[in-house]
């Protein structure tokens, strides 16, 4: 037997219009000025005025830094630090999806353990707590309003950071579905297949333990559930909600257990050629997951239940066939493209790609290790 440690938030609001009793929560921490962490699309949409508007009747002042990129780098949270430090915020406030999350995580973690961010890429390399954060969720996918992990994009190697370290869980998380309605369809299927992902990588994860599995079985059976409904029906309020309880679920699994090769490969295209995360992840999902098939058949077959397979009279591997069916299907019917090929990636970059993925902590729990050769494989079928 092996001991487990379980990483969440303090404190976590959910559910429709929980964004204002998180808000009056706030006041109690008794917090004078915060860095508000977002990017250019959430101000564009109006978000930005909504929280600002609560924190001025709250009598807590504000700065925003909202130049977060899709893929946050380095200079952004640099340049976020700068801000933080000339206007003595005292906490970081991060409003969006995981971009700005990440981004908030890397400024509050250097506010208070001081070098750059590249010194902290790996599990556990912090000292000190990152400064207070709240994170305030708009898309149902990442789960980084409530993980432990921290993306960052290295633009001197083209590679992107994972940053596994206890000290960036945020002080308080919320997941108020009535901030995701405005998400575009595209949105919608590319972030609900993330928190598919993670719900997935955790269960088949060498870390997994009862906890993490009744977390993620519970997010995969939502998710297949509603992801459909929330892509087609932007306003649906009600499968909006449950797939913002299917992605924290997905994320309190993989916080803990950890991922596997589908994201060590997908954060490497996110490196060199600046792709959506979600879109990666989920093109590369069944492809990882047939190579994991060899010693993950059983754990796939339930998966395929989950999603709503009858598997009454099929054998293990018919039933984890099944479940890479049923993940394909979904991205067809949300509109995932089929390839990466479609996306722009080159197969003379491919074992570049494997290279770095090699080097990737998330690979480190996936139930199968691969070799270089193995990695560029998934890959090219991947194409």
Do not use: W
């Amino acid at each position: 037997m092996r001991s487990s440690v379980y990483y969440i938030p303090p404190v976590n609001y959910m559910g429709s219009s929980s964004l204002y009793q998180a808000m009056d929560a706030l006041v109690k921490y008794g917090f004078k000025k915060a860095l508000i962490v977002t990017d250019q699309g959430i101000s564009s949409i109006g978000l930005v005025d909504v929280i600002t508007e609560i924190l001025i009747q709250k009598n807590i002042d504000f700065v925003v830094y909202d130049e977060t990129k899709p893929n946050p780098t380095v200079s952004n949270v640099d340049n976020g630090l700068k801000v933080l430090i000339d206007n003595h915020c005292d906490c970081v406030i991060t409003l969006g999806g995981g971009s700005p999350h990440d981004c908030g995580k890397g400024i509050a973690l250097l506010a208070t353990n001081g070098g750059c961010i590249k010194d902290y890429e790996g599990i556990d390399r912090s000292k000190n707590p990152q400064l207070s954060l709240i994170a305030i969720n708009t898309t149902a996918g990442t789960a980084s309003e409530m993980t432990r992990f921290c993306v960052i994009t290295d633009e001197v190697r083209q590679v992107k950071m994972a940053i596994a370290d206890k000290n960036v869980t945020p002080l308080m998380s919320i997941n108020d579905p009535m901030l995701m309605i405005a998400k575009p369809a595209s949105l919608t299927a590319a972030t609900g297949m993330d928190a598919l992902t993670h719900a997935i990588e955790a269960y088949l994860s060498t870390l997994a333990t009862p906890v993490t599995d009744a977390s993620a079985e519970k997010a995969i059976s939502l998710i297949a559930e509603n992801l459909g409904r929330a892509v087609k029906y932007g306003d649906d309020i009600v499968a909006r909600e449950q797939m913002a309880y299917a992605e924290f679920l997905a994320g309190m699994a993989f916080n803990n257990a950890g991922l596997g090769y589908v994201h060590a490969l997908a954060h490497q295209l996110g490196g060199i050629y600046d792709l959506p995360h979600g879109v990666c992840n989920a093109i590369l999902l069944p492809h990882v997951q047939q190579f994991n098939l060899q010693v993950s058949a059983s754990r796939l077959s339930k998966i395929a239940q989950l999603m709503g397979i009858d598997t009454q009279g099929m054998s293990e591997q018919q039933g984890a066939d099944a479940a890479l069916e049923a993940i394909r299907q979904l991205g067809r019917e949300i509109g995932i493209p089929v390839g990466l090929k479609e996306l722009g990636v080159r197969s003379d970059d491919l074992s570049r790609l494997a290279d770095n993925a090699l080097n990737d902590v998330c690979g480190l729990t996936n139930p199968r290790q691969a070799s270089h050769q193995q990695l560029v494989n998934i890959y090219q079928s991947a194409m």
